[in-house]
């Protein structure tokens, strides 16, 4: 069955840097675009990034352009996030899953855990 496991969340400091790391797996994840989303108290999910399968094309929310990286390593079935110059803004549990790679629109119901991000002094 699809199951995704995300990790490397914990508590920072503004302007702080986190990497998230999702492995994936129950379906073919070299052929899968894939998507980190966000949920923070009180709001609805929310697409963060995306990339897509073969030519790593990306999407990005506007609210993380140029501080956020989502990159891929197929070897490993796993997707990345590289947050840079953090905001309070940016506190929210995060989560990832398979994507279309056209309409972005995700592919599964099933989430994972998530990993929790808190950007607070």
């Known amino acids: 069955q699809v199951q995704f496991v995300e990790s490397g969340g914990g508590l920072v400091q503004p302007g702080g840097s986190l990497r998230l790391s999702c492995a994936a797996s129950?379906?073919?994840?070299?052929?899968?675009?894939m998507s980190w989303y966000r949920q923070a108290p009180g709001k609805e999910r929310e697409l963060v990034a995306g990339?897509?399968?073969?030519?790593?094309?990306?999407k990005y929310a506007d609210s993380v352009k140029d501080r956020f990286t989502i990159s891929r390593d197929n070897a490993k079935n796993t997707v990345y996030l590289q947050m840079n110059s953090l905001k309070p803004e940016d506190t929210a549990v995060y989560y990832c899953?398979?994507?279309?790679?056209?309409?972005?629109?995700?592919?599964?119901?099933?989430w994972g855990q998530g990993t929790q991000v808190t950007v607070s002094s």
């Open positions: 990339i897509s399968a073969i030519s790593r094309r990306t």
């Open positions: 899953n398979a994507v279309n790679g056209i309409s972005w629109i995700r592919l599964y119901d099933y």
């Open positions: 129950g379906f073919t994840f070299s052929n899968s675009a």
